[in-house]
Every structure is written in C-alpha cells, then in structure tokens.
C-alpha cells in the first residue's frame, strides 16, 4: 500500500479548478502540493507549493514531478498515458493507467460497459478514417457523432437526423477516433460520485441530477429527485466499474435516465463538476475523499449528505458587466467559489456557487436564485 505522511508531496497533473480543490483537501492533512501545468497562473498553480512548467506531455517534466511526489494524480483526462507509462512503474499514479486510458476514448467506454453488461445507449465506433463507412451501417437515428477522443463539454458532437446528415458529417473528416450513438430521449441526467480507496473500500455520494446548457453542465442538484429503483442501479452500475477498473481515487460516472432504465453516458476518472456541491453538502468532500485514496488514509466516514444544488459560473457572466459579489454572498446558505482565473472568456468556468436547504427542489431554487443576484441591477 502507498502511504503519503504530512510533509509529504502530492503530484499533481494539471492545474485546473479541480487540482485547486484537491489541493485545499490535502491541505488540510497537511500534505505539499506539486504541480505540472504549462500555465504558471493556472488555479493550482497559484497555491501549489511547487509548479513545474511544462507541457503534460514533457518527459522531463514528468520524471521531476514524479521525483518529488509520494503520489501522483491528475485532474484530467487528456494527458498522455505512454509518458506516463514509463514513469508508473516505479511511482504510484491513481487513478490506474488502464482506467485512465479507457475514460479517454468513448468506444473504449462503451465496450467496457457492454463487457460489464451495463446498459448504453446503441454505438458504433470508428477508429480510422478507413473504418469509417461501418459507421453508415448504424441504423437508429436521431443520432449523435462525436468525436471519440479529446472532446469535453459537449465539443465536438454533431446531431444528425439521417444516413445522409451523416454523410456530411463524415465528409469534412472530423478528428477520428469517431463514435455515433443513438441520441437517448432522456428524462433527466444523473451522475454518481464515488471513491474508492487501496483496500477497495467505497464511499458513494448518492445521485446528483445534472441540467447542462450548451453541452456544459450548469445546474447540479442532490440528491437527485428520481425513483430509488433508479438510484440504486445508477449506484450499482457506479459501483461495479470501480471494482472492474480497479479504481483508486475518485470517479464520476454519467448517465441518461429513460424510465426505469440508466443508460451510462461516460465516466470522468476524477472528481467532477456535478460533485462540487459535496464541498458543503457532505461530512467529506469528492476531493477529501480522493485524497485520502491516493494517501492511503482511511476514507472519511459516514459520509452523509443534505440537499444542495450548485450553480456554475461561466464567463459569459462577466461580458455583462462588473458582477455585484455582494449581494451573492449575502444569499443564506449559500457558497461561492471563484477559481482566481484572470481571463472570463465564453464557455470557461469562472467558479460555481453551492446552495443548501432543506430540500433539492428548494436548493435549487436558492441557488439560481444566488446566481441571478450577480446580475440583478445590470439587467434593469
Ligand atoms: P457528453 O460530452 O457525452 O457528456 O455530452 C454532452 C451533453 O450532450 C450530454 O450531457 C447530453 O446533454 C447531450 N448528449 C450527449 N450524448 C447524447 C445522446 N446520445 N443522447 C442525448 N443527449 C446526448
């Protein structure tokens, strides 16, 4: 078992908000923070103890990180797993490569879920421009292409109706790998947080219900208002790909509810957007928890929740005009979050606020609520 002391170096790959989070988490038992990312005023790199700057993909970069770090970790999943390769033999990186490296590539997702014998929605995978045509063999329209490999909120997905939107859409050469899926008239999007630790102990965090716009989460409420028959295979399903993939660490898997079914949309091997909200709303967070799984300390436990929902705050807040933080803050039971970004460009997450109250559908209402507050006077 790997055991990281106070003191201790924790690597992490990447400097996005969620590195940022992880960071507060392992603060708090004490532990340093190294971090590998291209951009010296990422959010990690802001508060790590130690920034090394370099591409992800930076042999060097990557040895010297490992060097320094009792463990490594990543906050997301576009890094390069040969670089890594090499490295983990002889220094521990959670969550496992194997699963790092099917979480890259949705055809990889969907078949692992087929061998597991969860359910999905109906896909083809291509994964050269000379497999292509197999795609046209699909039969189930609406339908959704998407790119296989690097695409993230929502980029890089097209929505076509028939074997000939198809066509066009195979005619400008996307980036392969390419997956098409029949597009699944849900009811609602879910997702579950868990985490799992060296002695294959599972915390879960219940089921969040997720709204996203444009391809981006925006609206997170827990815990998610939908039958426990649903909640429990949604758990269930959860649970079985962390012990299949030999998880350490934490990891979100979403999906699509139609019925009594969950159809699983993607897994993210890392904390996620939709468990932000865990911050408040349970004894130990998605990040505390990742961070004793990798340190090999016991998780936090019970791990009991209340309602919350969490709102994100996009850039497109900011071409508004100067945002009133105030009156956000003045909101009761309400958190906000800003991840000290410089530039609020369109699409990018700024920061999310966190609302509880004594039920989901009131949280939700306080959160948005808390939101609209950023922007009250600016609309008059
Ligand atoms: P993804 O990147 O796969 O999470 O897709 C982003 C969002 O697009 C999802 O959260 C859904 O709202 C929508 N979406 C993606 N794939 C499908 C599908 N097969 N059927 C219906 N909606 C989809």
């Known amino acids: 078992m790997i055991r990281v002391d106070p003191g201790d170096y924790i690597g992490i790959i990447g400097g996005g908000q969620l ?27 802001q508060i790590a103890h130690k920034k090394i700057i370099a591409a992800y993909d930076d042999k060097k970069a990557v040895q010297e990180l ?3 770090a009792s463990v490594m970790t990543y906050e997301f999943e576009n890094v390069s797993v040969p670089e890594l390769e090499s490295v983990s033999r002889d220094h521990p990186i959670f969550p496992n490569l194997r699963l790092l490296s099917i979480s890259q590539n949705r055809i990889n997702e ?18 050269t421009y000379e497999q292509c045509s197999q795609l046209l063999e699909f039969g189930h329209y609406p339908a ?8 993230y909120d929502g980029k890089g997905q ?3 109706e028939s074997r000939t939107e198809l066509e066009e859409v195979l005619e400008k050469r ?11 008239p849900y009811d609602v999007e879910i997702s579950v947080v868990l985490t799992r630790d060296q002695q294959k102990e599972m915390v879960d965090f219940g089921v969040m219900e997720n709204y996203h716009r444009q391809g981006i989460l925006d609206v997170s409420i827990s815990p998610a208002r939908v039958s426990e028959q649903v909640a429990e295979r949604a758990i269930s399903y959860a649970r079985q790909i962390a012990s299949d993939l030999d998880l350490v660490g934490t990891m979100t898997v979403e999906f699509f509810v139609v019925g009594d079914e969950v159809l699983v949309n993607e897994l993210a091997p890392r904390p996620h957007n939709s468990g932000h909200l865990t911050i408040e709303a349970f004894d130990y967070s998605q990040f505390d928890q990742h961070i004793r799984a990798i340190a090999g300390v016991p998780l936090g436990r019970p791990c009991r929740g209340t309602p919350a929902a969490m709102a ?41 606020i966190t609302a509880l109250a004594d039920t ?3 949280a939700g209402r306080r959160v948005r609520h808390a939101r609209e507050e950023l922007t009250r006077d600016l609309t008059l």
């Open 312 to 352: 994100n705050l996009l850039g497109d807040l900011w071409q508004q005009g100067a945002l009133d933080w105030r009156k956000a803050l003045e909101t009761p039971h309400t958190s906000v979050h800003l991840y000290g970004k410089s530039e609020p460009r369109l699409g990018r997450k700024m920061g999310h």
């Open 174 to 184: 996307p980036h392969m790998p390419l997956i098409i899926e029949e597009f699944v």
């Open 19 to 45: 590195g940022r989070m992880m960071a507060y988490s392992a603060y708090q038992l004490g532990y340093r923070i190294a971090v590998l990312d291209p951009d010296s005023e990422s959010p990690l790199a």
């Open 66 to 68: 490992a060097g320094l």
């Open 158 to 160: 097209w929505r076509v």
């Open 110 to 127: 969907k078949n692992m879920c087929r061998r597991l014998g969860l359910k999905t929605a109906n896909f083809l995978g291509a994964e």
């Open 144 to 151: 959704v292409v998407k790119i296989a490999r690097g695409g």
């Open 360 to 362: 989901p559908e009131a």
